[in-house]
């Protein structure tokens, strides 16, 4: 069986967010499979970490984006944190198949084990 992570980030604290970046990189180091979501207040950082590279974080940030471990970004809170557009363009697709938001049905189905900051 191959090892699959799905993490959610909800936080909107950077310091919080840093552990998921921080746990994705080191799961795929390990050989996991390693999708990160992002929702909740931790969208706003979508914007934040990617238009001010002087945050605490942003290069990690990047690195994730680049290494293409961000899955998707939760289209209702991305657009209620005015991070939406931001998302949208760095190409990071807007999951809303839950009433606006990403399901955590549909990693589950899919093999992940769905770990939430």
Request: aromatic content about 8%; charged content about 20%.
């Amino acid at each position: 069986m191959e090892n699959k992570a799905a993490l959610f980030a909800f936080n909107g604290d950077a310091q919080c967010f840093v552990h998921v970046l921080l746990n994705a990189f080191d799961l795929r180091e390990r050989g996991w499979e390693v999708r990160i979501v992002i929702e909740g207040t931790a969208t706003k950082l979508v914007k934040l970490l990617h238009e001010d590279q002087t945050q605490p974080f942003a290069a990690l940030y990047a690195k994730a984006r680049e290494q293409g471990l961000i899955d998707c970004v939760c289209r209702a809170c991305a657009n209620k944190t005015g991070a939406l557009q931001s998302a949208l363009d760095q190409g990071i697709e807007a999951c809303d198949e839950m009433n606006g938001h990403p399901s955590v049905g549909r990693y589950l189905e899919a093999g992940y084990q769905v770990l939430t900051f």
